[in-house]
């Protein structure tokens, strides 16, 4: 079973600790005081200059920009503010994703939830104000009409484009599913 979210980061600041020699303050300063506004940059300062995994990167990159201490539920609203149509799609894809087991993590950032079993294994965005992206992992499986391959090095595999909950059919949570499996 999945830590929690917060046992979760502690873990992660403890090995960022032990791998670095540093605790998590001394990388976010650096970042602050870096100038670099744009995540990317941010991410890649840490990761060529100072060694660091992505991983330990995004966590530095995240706290500096102090998303680690914002409420899930308030990150959530945030994202679908405006957007109140599109709320559906996320809930239904939420609950189904709950039915796959204890081991499922759903982890709200500032633009996108992750789905997480080992790893991430869907994330889903609310892309514009018409649609919400499914990203799914799906390493090894081909593209299909719906099914969208993304371009190497993306977060997902592959993504599905939802504009209503009746898109929300037996291939999205087949490919859920498996996505899920292969986490």
């Known amino acids: 079973m999945a830590n929690s979210p917060d046992k979760m980061l502690e873990s992660m600041k403890t090995g960022l600790l032990e791998k670095t020699g540093k605790p998590l303050d001394h990388w976010t300063d650096l970042v602050r005081r870096s100038g670099l506004e744009k995540f990317g940059e941010q991410m890649n300062l840490l990761k060529t200059e100072h060694g660091l ?35 559906p799609i996320y809930d239904a894809l939420a609950e189904q994703a709950r039915t796959f087991g204890k081991d499922v993590e759903i982890a709200p950032k500032k633009t996108s939830v992750a789905f997480r079993r080992s790893k991430n294994f869907a994330v889903v965005t609310p ?13 090894g499986v081909p593209g299909a009409d ?7 090095g993306s977060m997902c595999t592959h993504k599905v484009r939802l504009t209503s909950v009746d898109e929300i059919d037996g291939d999205v949570l087949a490919w859920l599913a498996d996505a899920y499996g292969k986490a």
């Open 53 to 87: 995994t992505h991983g330990y990167a995004n966590l530095v990159c995240q706290a500096a920009k102090g998303n680690l201490d914002a409420n899930q539920d308030d990150l959530l609203e945030a994202q679908y503010k405006g957007k109140d149509s599109l709320r």
């Open 127 to 139: 892309a514009t104000k018409s649609r919400v992206d499914l990203g799914l992992n799906l390493k």
């Open 146 to 152: 719906r099914l969208l391959e993304e371009k190497p």
